[in-house]
């Protein structure tokens, strides 16, 4: 009876063990160290809206590129005066690595297509082929790009959200393992935010949003993060005075502290970190 009631006790420690194990490895956080995060858009500066994100997995260790799909070569603005062509995509170029160096985060890589092309039949093709050596080559665990609304329905942003979920959905793998959308939730919108400049005036106004339900990842950042990626944004001097990049934040700043993101593949659980 004294060696059963021992046997009992023992097996009793060890599902107790077991058990307090097991609860351990459900309740261990999410490790950013090694992971690796592709932000992958259009033009020079449509990674705005995610700068705080980024850099908060830079600080916590991930290793993030950022792919820039076109060379901003017709991006004229009134209060830059470069003209259209070779000199502004150099402009470009230049501002786009003043933001991976602000933001601690790999040099940018350069895919080097026209504006507005990419509905062109031999840019989708190619660029669908570049798109998978980039996964091939670099093993992103997580992709973020913009949703088909193409944040306020530019063209180029939705054919490469096209182009970037298509190839995903082929090569999704053990590594390969999510297809983030940015989005802004409807819910958040404010009609009397009131805004300085007539460029973000106009971005607000049309604004693609998403129901909040379905923007399952919610990323929060601290002031850090948020003071860092005001600080790259105004790398792109070209493209936005000053003014307009607060502008640009404060409308960011309707989500209080939050980056929302839908997962490709749809979820109702909530996520708050993009590496699970």
Known sequence: MKKRLRSLCILSICFSCMGHTNAQQENKPTTTN????????????????ISPLLSKYAKEGANIYLVL??????????HAAIPAGDVLAKVRAEEA??????????????????????????NLYSLDEKIDSLFVKHQPNV??????????????????SNIVTEVFQREASDTLEQLLYYGFP????????????????????????TQKRFLTYRISFDKKDL?????????????????????L????????GIIYLRPWNGSKILKETIFE
């Open 34 to 49: 090694g992971k690796t995060l592709m932000a992958i858009f259009a033009h020079p500066d449509d990674e705005i809206v």
């Open 227 to 247: 003071k860092l990626g005001h600080k790259a944004s105004n790398c792109h001097k070209s493209q936005y005075t000053p003014e307009a990049i607060d502008d």
């Open 249 to 256: 934040f404060a409308m960011m700043g309707q989500t209080a």
């Open 97 to 122: 690595l003043c933001v991976t160096k602000t933001l601690g985060i790999n040099a940018p890589i350069f895919l080097n297509y026209t504006d507005g092309d990419l509905a062109l039949n031999e």
């Open 143 to 160: 992709v973020i790009t913009f949703g088909p609304d193409g944040e306020y329905g530019h063209s180029d942003h939705r054919m490469v």
């Open 69 to 78: 799909v076109t060379d901003g070569s017709k991006g004229v603005t009134s």
């Open 186 to 209: 409807k819910e958040a919108e404010k009609k009397d935010l009131t805004l300085n400049t007539s460029l973000v005036q106009w971005l607000s106004e049309n604004l693609k949003t």
